[in-house]
């Protein structure tokens, strides 16, 4: 059997097509659509929460779509180990969710973020980060209004000892600062895994990273890691 | 016998919690000449009409939307009037 991988489709999602062309396309992986009122996903081998504004971002964003009936096939896909990657609005959704620790604020200055940034690699434990080096710098893409990552000092401790803090936002050469901190977030955090680490959430855009005419070809590197070590291709 | 309540619900970031909403506000008083105004915070209002046979009943079923879809306990406080 090929393997294939899955894109999950909310009403408002607009990530969607970028991750399926990147994933299809670009990586050459079976990909297909699954949309949000589904609730079979047991022959995917790789879950991707795209970006967008799922349901408007009514109420908080992310909020309303863990009610989709798919999500409830997501947290089985979940405990039963099978990776999950949720990328910008896909990571405030697996907040909501709470199949990943802590909540989204609005940016700190407020703006809506669309520029290429640095992030670092901080843990290539899980399986998503593991083909990547520790304190590898990849340039990609933000674009959010809310992806100022927020969670309780004690937390933030928390996720750094079970190594969970999966990238951070840096500077050209790596470095942590409050200037490379684009939107706020606590401890510069740009992604993270749950404990177990089949969870990744990630405000930065890999999938717009894939070709030259995109500016940043590191998007490929990462999804190589992905791909790679979970045995997709 | 079922009464309609209604019930008013405020959600606020948790106090340490920086409002970037509140703090630009803030700064557009202070422009405005109203320097007394020493903070501003915002949060959200929401009002529910609940079916309920008591008033304890209906304070149960809003706390119960608050935890499980209105607040985000992580970053916000909730608080409930009923009337």
Known sequence: MPKKIGVIVFPGSNCDHDAYHA????????????????NDVS????????GGFSYGDYLRS???????????????????????????NGFQILLEAGL???????????RFICKNVYIRVESNRSPFTAGLENGQVLNIPVSHGEGNYFIEQEGVHRLEDNEQVAFRYCTKDGEITNEANVNGSVSNIAGITNEIGNVLGMMPHPERAMEPILGSMDGIPFFESVLNKLEIA | MTFMFKAKVNITLRNSILDPKGKAAHHALQNLGLISVKDVRIGKYIELNIDASSKEEAYKLAETACTKLLANEVMEDFQITIE
């Open chain 1, 100 to 110: 990943l620790p802590g909540a989204m604020l609005h940016n700190e200055k407020l």
């Open chain 1, 23 to 38: 994933m299809k396309h670009v990586m050459n992986v079976e990909t297909s659509f699954l949309w949000h009122k589904d």
């Open chain 1, 43 to 50: 022959d995917i081998d790789l879950l991707i929460i795209p």
């Open chain 1, 62 to 88: 992310g909020a309303i779509a863990r009610f989709s009936p798919i999500m409830n096939a997501v947290q089985d896909y979940v405990k039963k180990g099978y990776p999950v990657l949720g990328i910008c």
